[in-house]
């Protein structure tokens, strides 16, 4: 369901997949009984909380960055990110032998304020709620003549996004549906276009938080539209718009939108801590949210999710997962 003027191609994924080897990680798939007779269906959870930088970001992060030319890196790299977009473009420069210059909200999780520090990048900060990341960014690349690798506007960012369900399809065979959360659209743009590409059948389903439904309203609408900024626990997916070149994607290849709210996202990182054992951040949560809620309508028999990462720090997460819920 590709062609060759498509952002992304499973030709690319397949070619990003070889350039990330042996840099980013090829992440466990879990699963559980527990999950499986809760759901009724059989569930394949591809754990991207696992990936460098602890989320998905890095393959595209990587691949992109890795195929700037020796004058680019010279100069250094820009990007504008919630949080793991510039936790990846920060480790992928350091591996590259660059630097890195980050425009991050005010508000960003502790957490990934500080893991993007701790790979070496320069932090600048911005008001979501009253400044445009995309005019920061690119004016701050300008500025400093860098290279800027935006979080999901960029074909060989979504290349490396499609890698997760490339592996996650390689790992299980054929699935019958795809589950995967939305914020700009990069990662399910990617994920649709490897899963279509392998089994044209599967059914694509995203997820995306009740305040931060802009790419739900875009699909229904057929065209992009533009939301106030969400104000959501989910922060990694709290888009106003879809990018226009993941929406070329999605409009094509993604079969449908469901909801989750705050509570149902929480309850989520309860049941992945004590059932599964592994920490996952609200945005990654949100795909494990529908389906124990029962937003995803005729849940197939064999279903494969993605994890998309794990950063949250102890005391958010305490705080999140405790009965006293976080605002």
């Known amino acids: 369901m590709t062609t060759t003027t498509a952002p992304v191609t499973l030709d690319s994924i397949r070619d990003a997949a070889a350039r990330i080897k042996g840099v980013a990680h090829r992440t466990p798939v879990l699963r ?23 989320a998905f970001k890095f393959r595209g992060a990587y691949n992109a960055a890795s195929r700037l030319t020796p004058e ?3 100069r250094g790299i820009a990007a504008y990110s919630s949080g793991n977009h510039a ?42 709620y009253t400044e445009d990341r995309v005019a920061v960014g690119e004016a701050l690349a300008a500025e400093r003549s860098l290279a800027l690798i935006p979080p999901y506007e960029h074909p060989h960012v979504l290349a490396g996004q499609g890698t997760a369900a490339l592996e996650l399809l390689e790992e299980t065979g054929e699935l019958d549906a795809l589950i995967v959360p939305v914020g700009g659209g990069g990662l399910i743009a990617g994920s649709a276009t490897a899963a ?13 938080p009740e305040a931060g439904d802009d790419t739900k309203r875009s ?8 939301i106030p900024v969400p104000r959501t626990i989910a922060d990694g997916q709290a888009a106003e718009t879809p990018g226009e070149l993941t929406f070329s994607v999605n409009r094509r290849l993604v079969d449908g939108i469901a909801l989750v709210s705050d509570d149902e996202i929480r309850d989520a990182m309860r ?9 996952i951040e ?3 949560a949100t795909p494990l949210a529908a389906l124990l809620a029962g937003r995803v309508e005729s849940l197939p028999p064999r279903v494969g999710v993605i994890v998309s990462g794990g950063n949250v720090d102890a ?3 305490a705080r999140l997962c405790g009965r006293v819920g976080e605002s």
């Open 315 to 317: 005391d958010r997460f």
């Open 32 to 54: 559980s009984r527990t999950l499986d007779a809760l759901v009724g269906a059989e569930v394949h959870l591809k754990c991207e909380n696992f990936q460098r930088v602890g």
């Open 219 to 226: 699909l229904e609408a057929g065209r992009r539209v533009t």
């Open 271 to 279: 049941f992945a801590f004590e059932r599964l054992k592994i920490v």
């Open 282 to 284: 609200p945005s990654g």
């Open 87 to 128: 936790q990846a473009v920060a480790l992928a420069a350091r591996e590259l032998g660059t630097s890195a210059v980050i425009v991050m909200p005010e508000d960003t999780p502790r957490s990934k304020r500080e893991a993007t520090l701790g790979y070496g990048a320069e932090v600048v900060t911005y008001d979501r």
């Open 72 to 74: 680019q890196l010279s």
């Open 196 to 208: 279509k590409g392998l089994h044209p059948g599967i059914r694509v389903v995203g997820i995306e």
